[in-house]
């Protein structure tokens, strides 16, 4: 079965400066990834998602992901962040080839954006 | 509607009672799944509807915890008993095939047990 882990469960940056979510996940077939993202008090919305090709998404608000099969990684990252950026944001798997079986997410990951 | 709806938005009750909670899905979409998001704990994975496909049950905590999705539509997440750490917010998702290429979460249901 698949996992995902988070490394870090707090990440304060300050305002401006570049911010990486670290995401490794577990799986013994190809997979599709995915970060979500929530704002206080909100439900969850998809920030970006891998499929197939490029490893390199881009998502929405400036942020992008790459992902590295040989390292099973998918970090999160932005180059300069706001402070509206503060929000969890959460890394999530699923397998493709196995149809039936569920969107697994990690703990998430509490960005906070200070000035 | 046009995304995911869930019901009731909060719901507290008293230890031992049962409570049901309400998934709408995205029409014609025919994945769903129920996840229970508690501080620190991320979004727990419960239980997940493909289609006519028996459930993947295999996240549900305890018996007490049991799901169905009537015609292949709306979904019941209903506890029985409940306990004091049943307390959490209930978030339902819906998908538009078997892939999973993007869920689609409603609004949650904040649960308070006490």
């Known amino acids: 079965a698949q996992s995902v882990t988070q490394l870090d469960s707090q990440v304060p940056v300050f305002e401006e400066a570049p911010v990486e979510l670290r995401c490794n996940y577990s799986?013994?077939?190809?997979?599709?990834l995915f970060w979500y993202v929530q704002y206080p008090n909100q439900g969850l919305q998809l920030l970006l998602k891998y499929l197939s090709g490029s490893t390199l998404v881009k998502g929405i608000n400036g942020f992008e992901a790459e992902f590295n099969k040989s390292q099973t990684s998918f970090h999160l990252r932005k180059p300069s962040v706001h402070i509206s950026d503060t929000a969890e944001y959460f890394c999530a798997v699923s397998t493709p080839n196995q149809a039936g079986t569920a969107l697994i997410f990690g703990k998430g990951t509490t960005l906070s954006v200070s000035s | 509607g046009a995304g995911v709806s869930q019901s009731p938005s909060n719901k507290v009750t008293e230890k031992g009672k049962d409570v049901e909670l309400r998934c709408d899905p995205i029409?014609?979409?025919?994945?769903l799944y129920w996840y229970r998001q508690s501080l620190g704990q991320g979004l727990e994975f419960l239980i997940y509807?493909?289609?006519?496909?028996?459930?993947?049950k295999s996240g549900l905590p305890s018996d007490r915890f049991s799901a169905e999705r009537t015609g292949g539509s709306v979904s019941t997440l209903t506890i029985q008993r409940t306990q004091q750490e049943d307390s959490a917010v209930y978030l339902c998702?819906?998908?538009?095939?078997?892939?999973?290429?993007?869920?689609?979460f409603g609004q949650g249901t904040r649960l308070t047990v006490v």
């Open positions: 029409s014609g979409h025919t994945a």
């Open positions: 799986s013994s077939v190809s997979v599709y």
């Open positions: 509807f493909q289609g006519n496909s028996a459930p993947d």
């Open positions: 998702a819906s998908s538009p095939g078997p892939l999973n290429t993007e869920a689609f």
